[in-house]
């Protein structure tokens, strides 16, 4: 039917056939095409839809990071507070020490130390009843110390307490981090 109708047209057989194969191939290759492209973006959607949905794991991990940085940095600015306080707790100190070992170097200040009893020997030559010179044998007599001494042993004191100090600022410093590697 089509190669009467071509036959009328005066188109030859050989080319009414060239043609159909033509247009056949034609459509062959438009159809191809038209998979391929709807490949595509079906192959484009579904990575469009992977990446947002990587893009939102992702989102949430930075969040959750974020947050552990915020609470990290809020506990390391609460360490270095503290630090701070107790660097101008024992610098003070310091001062107040040095200047108490100079006092009672130079003689302006004395300390003294409670002594249990007193003398027994002194107090054996006096006699029963009688009281030595300068002791009160009814309670706790105190003396007084050497000058340089009681600087000594208020720098002991002073050392102590800086050491102290020293390792109580290492603790907040270990716990600080500590903390920050936990919450990691």
Do not use: F
Request: proline residues 2%; hydrophobic residues 50%.
């Amino acid at each position: 039917m089509i190669a009467a109708i071509l036959a009328r047209l005066g188109v030859s057989r050989w080319a009414a056939i060239l043609a159909l194969c033509a247009a056949v191939a034609a459509g062959a290759l438009a159809y191809r095409a038209h998979l391929i492209g709807a490949g595509i973006a079906m192959e484009g959607s579904r990575r469009d839809a992977i990446d947002r949905q990587r893009d939102a794991q992702a989102k949430a991990e930075l969040d959750r990071v974020n947050a552990l940085v915020r609470a990290a940095q809020v506990a390391l600015d609460d360490a270095l507070a503290h630090l701070a306080k107790l660097q101008s707790e024992l610098s003070h100190e310091k001062e107040r020490s040095t200047a108490l070992q100079s006092d009672l170097a130079a003689g302006r200040r004395r300390m003294s130390v409670a002594v249990a009893s007193a003398c027994p020997a002194a107090a054996a030559e006096q006699g029963e009843g009688a009281a030595a010179a300068g002791v009160d044998p009814g309670g706790p007599v105190r003396v007084d110390l050497d000058g340089r001494a009681a600087a000594d042993l208020e720098w002991l004191r002073q050392t102590r307490d800086g050491a102290i100090t020293g390792l109580q600022a290492c603790i907040v410093a270990y716990d600080a981090v500590k903390a920050a590697a936990d919450a990691q």
